[in-house]
């Protein structure tokens, strides 16, 4: 399948009193399928404001951000908010710092939730099996197969993580965004969350955008963009470590 995500010369303001903030000025990245851009800078300096817009939570002033896949390529900056609200159940994969589950449904009830808002199917009957036998796919894949019943209360702060990628992942999303997956996490925690990641990445085919402060696992990235001031550039390769 060929997925690429592509952001051009997107700008995006604010107002501010009497004068408007620039959050991203003329930004550009490319991401290919199955690979992974991590995006890091200083607070505030518009990496949340760049996954909004590529996520179709805010609408730029001006650019564009192409999603090709092999159905074709849509500008995601054109879509009104139904259609946007539509793609993202459908087609955009999003992990928060924060899980955000549901405290009354089990870890396979929230996949199957997600696919219930965002995927199309034959049949009730035969979604419903097609749905759980996904879901518990997905559990077993990130190491929760044998929690796939418990509640988000019964499970630790790394394994309600692996719930939140395992959720984003249940519509085989063409473009999947993450917002600081490592942040409530240990170091060690934090590294298997990474190499989860990746490991999903390369076998779902994600596009993929990773907000970042942590630069211990930026090595393990793709490739690697800097921004500050609302100004996004491409850091020197990094060697990524198999």
């Given at each position: 399948?060929?997925?690429?995500?592509?952001?051009?010369?997107?700008?995006?303001?604010?107002?501010?009193?009497?004068?408007?903030?620039?959050?991203?000025d003329r930004v550009n990245l490319h991401v290919r399928g199955g690979s992974i851009a991590a995006v890091t800078g200083p607070s505030g300096s518009g990496k949340s404001s760049l996954l909004a817009?590529?996520?179709t939570l805010t609408r730029p002033d001006s650019g564009r951000v192409l999603l090709e896949t092999d159905s074709g390529t849509v500008?995601?900056?054109?879509?009104?908010?139904?259609?946007?609200a539509a793609l993202r159940r459908s087609a955009i994969g999003m992990v928060f710092q924060q899980p955000n589950l549901l405290s009354a449904l089990t870890a396979i009830e929230q996949l199957e939730l997600t696919a219930h808002?965002?995927?199309?199917?034959?049949?009730p009957t035969l979604?419903?099996?097609?749905?759980?036998?996904?879901?518990?796919?997905?559990?077993?894949?990130?190491?929760?197969?044998?929690?796939?019943?418990?509640?988000p209360a019964q499970l630790s702060g790394g394994q309600r993580q692996r719930v939140n990628i395992a959720r984003a992942l249940m519509n085989d999303p063409a473009l999947l965004v993450i917002d600081e997956?490592?942040?409530?996490?240990?170091?060690?925690?934090?590294?298997?969350?990474?190499?989860?990641?990746?490991t999903v990445v390369r076998e779902c085919g994600s596009a993929t955008l990773l907000v970042t402060h942590d630069d211990t696992h930026l090595h393990?990235?793709?490739?690697?963009?800097?921004?500050?001031?609302?100004?996004?550039?491409?850091?020197?390769?990094?060697?990524?470590?198999s």
């Open positions: 399948m060929t997925i690429a995500l592509t952001a051009e010369n997107l700008t995006l303001t604010y107002p501010d009193g009497a004068g408007r903030l620039t959050a991203l817009v590529v996520s500008d995601l900056t054109t879509l009104g908010r139904r259609a946007a808002l965002g995927r199309r199917s034959r049949t979604r419903r099996r097609e749905t759980r036998l996904k879901a518990a796919e997905l559990l077993d894949a990130v190491g929760l197969g044998d929690h796939r019943t418990k509640y997956p490592t942040s409530a996490l240990d170091s060690e925690r934090g590294a298997a969350v990474i190499e989860l990641i990746r393990r990235m793709d490739a690697v963009y800097r921004m500050v001031d609302g100004t996004l550039d491409r850091q020197p390769d990094l060697v990524v470590s």
